[in-house]
């Protein structure tokens, strides 16, 4: 799992974009080719302004627009006012910009995970670890983040799901 981190951010740190599965079993990513890209629909998004501005700050823009397909769990702007502000300033730090990569990637699912076919599942992030997505009745959860918005279609078959949360993988 950490080799795998290491390798896509080493991709992206070096102003490359991700050309193969970082993960066994991962589908082929390949460029977009769609007039619409990721970013754009993430920066389209009203919600979605400071998930947006800390994919920037992480340098991770040119590998999400010509990467993919993915599944982003984008935390909404209130799950950011959630964080103390210091935490928000430090992520924003250019020296955290690994830290903060580390931290968005989990939020990045290789692959095209509509919400309709959720019911129980497990997938594993372009950050290495793992993350659970289970559906209650008419709620989607993602560990303890319910999906607020789901099936923003991101261009180049990526789909967007909002997250009321911002999610932290487990540390080992």
């Known amino acids: 799992m950490k080799t795998t981190f290491t390798l896509v951010l080493a991709a992206i740190l070096a102003g490359g974009a991700i050309l193969a599965p970082a993960a066994a079993g991962a589908p082929g990513i390949s460029r977009q080719t769609a007039e619409k890209n990721l970013t754009d629909a993430l920066a389209s998004e009203p ?67 509509p919400l309709s076919s959720i019911s129980t599942e497990e997938h594993v992030t372009l950050q290495g670890s793992r993350v659970v997505l289970n559906r209650e009745g008419g709620i989607v959860w993602v560990g303890r983040a319910e999906i607020k918005k789901g099936d923003i279609e991101g261009g180049g078959g990526n789909v967007i799901h909002t997250v009321n949360m911002v999610l932290e993988p487990d540390v080992d």
């Open 47 to 113: 919600s979605l302004g400071t998930f947006t501005r800390l994919i920037r700050a992480a340098g991770l823009e040119q590998m999400l627009r010509q990467g993919g397909p993915f599944t982003i769990l984008a935390p909404n702007d209130a799950a950011f006012r959630m964080m103390p502000e210091a935490d928000l300033e430090r992520m924003l730090d250019p020296g955290n910009r690994e830290d903060l990569a580390r931290l968005l990637l989990y939020h990045v699912i290789p692959g095209r995970v």
